[in-house]
Every structure is written in C-alpha cells, then in structure tokens.
C-alpha cells in the first residue's frame, strides 16, 4: 500500500461490499475469514488482494466473480483489479474473532 495515498470514502465502501460475499461452505463472509489482504482505490479502480484457504480452493471462481460483482456497484468505482494471492499462506489465525467464535474455535 503507498504510504502517501489517502484513503477515502470508497476504500470502506469497498470493505463493506467484500463483507457481503459470504462463503457457501462456511456461511461467513471472507472479510471474517481473513480472506482478504488489502484493498486500496486507485483512480477509479479497486485493487484487491485476496486469499483462498488453499492454492486449489474449488471455490476460487465463486468467490473471485462474487467480489468483483459487489466491487464494481461502488460509487465512482469503474474497474476493479482482484488478485488472488498466496503470500503469505492463509492460516486459521487470519479469522476474526467473530468467525472463530461461530466455528467454535478458540479466540
């Protein structure tokens, strides 16, 4: 993320669109899960990196194509870059406490 850049308005929006899309498998949205990495706006764009719990998630796809449909309905939103990444591997640790509690994991 660059240090100058100042965030704005559509930065949250788009932290709030990436909570509506929820995990079929799951039922928890991947911003709980820990799904997503960074969100930055530049321009008129929204870069995303995201995770999947594994490289081969089979749900890659759905969750990609449901992002990028809640993304693009952002005012002053005109395009928007999602990368799936890797680096670093999710892990169990990347859920907030909210979703450990409803999974019945330790907080």
Avoid: F
């Avoid at 960074?38 to 969750?63: A, F, I, N």
């Avoid at 999602?82 to 859920?95: A, Q, R, S």
């Amino acid at each position: 993320m660059n240090g100058d850049r100042q965030p704005d308005g559509r930065e949250a929006a788009a932290w709030t669109a990436l909570g509506e899309v929820i995990d079929p498998e799951l039922g928890l949205p991947i911003t709980d899960l820990g799904l997503i990495y960074e969100v930055e706006v530049v321009g008129r764009t929204v870069v995303v990196d995201m995770t999947t719990t594994t490289p081969l998630c089979p749900l890659t796809t759905y969750l990609t194509q449901m992002a990028e449909s809640k993304l693009i309905t952002i005012e002053g939103i005109d395009d928007v870059t999602l990368n799936t990444v890797h680096e670093p591997p999710w892990t169990p640790d990347m859920m907030s406490a909210h979703a450990r509690t409803i999974l019945g994991m330790p907080t």
